[in-house]
C-alpha cells in the first residue's frame, strides 16, 4: 500500500474526496426528508399518475368578458350550460367538482389556475367556444407543450430519480386531450379538428393535466345546433365520457404496475 508515503497532495485528495461523497449523502439525505410519504409512494410507481379524484371544470370568460357572440347566444353563457350539464354527469358517476365561477361572474385567468392548482389529484378542462365569420365548423382539444408547475418537482434533476419525474403533466394532458376529442367527435359528428398544442394561459399556468375544448364555432354554420338542447347534451356526454376514459387508461395502468412492481428494471 502506498499511504504511508503519499504527500501533502494526496492528503487533499483523499479530503476532498471525502468532501464530495459526504455532500453526496448529506444531499441524498436532504431529498428523501423533503418527499412526503405521500409522493414517496407514488414516486414509486414511474410513470404512472395517481388517479385523480376532482374535475376542475372551467367554462370559459363570465361577467363583462362575454367571450364570442352570435345573434342572441355568448360563448360564456353555453361554456357556463355546457360545463353545468359535465358537472351533473361527473358527480352521478361519483366523481369530485369544481367549477372555476357558477355564474355569471368575471373570474380572471390567473385566479382560474390559482384555484386549480390549489386542489390535489385533480385534472383541469376548461370549455370554450370558436369566433369564426369564416365558414369553418368543427371541434378541436388543446393542451399546452409546456405547463408551468408552480410547486416545481422536487427530484427533477437527480439523475436516479429521472424515469418518474419524466412523468410530466404535459404527456398527461395530451393523452386526456385525445380522449375527450374522440368522444366528441364520436357524438356530435362535428368535423374533426383534432388536438392541438398551445401556450394558452390557463392550460399553461397549471400544474395538474390540464386541456381546453374549443366545442364548435359560434356562426352560421353552427349557431343552430349549438342552440339546442339535444346537442348540448351530446356536447356534456362526450367530455364527461372522454374525462371518465382517460381515468379508466390510469387505473389500468396501475395495475399493470402494481403487479409488475416487485421486479423492478
Ligand atoms: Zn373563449
Redesign the pocket.
Known sequence: MSEGQSGLGGAMKNIVVWLGLALMIASFVWWQLLLSPRQTASYGRANAPAPFTLVVLDP??GGQDS??ICGAIY?KDL?LDIAQRVDHLLQAQGLATLMTRVGDSYVSLQDRAAVTNRARDCIFVSI??N?SKKPVSGIETYYAEHQTAPAPRLVSWIPFFQGPAAESPTLASQSLARFIQEAMIARTKAPDRGTKAEQFFVIDHVSAPAVLV?GGFLNKEEIAKLATNDYRDQMAAAISEGILRYRDVLKERQLTLAVSEPHPE
Do not use: I, N, S
Request: charge should be negative; glycine fraction near 20%.
Open positions: 370559459g370568460h367571450g364570442a360563448e361554456t370554450h367556444f369566433e374549443e
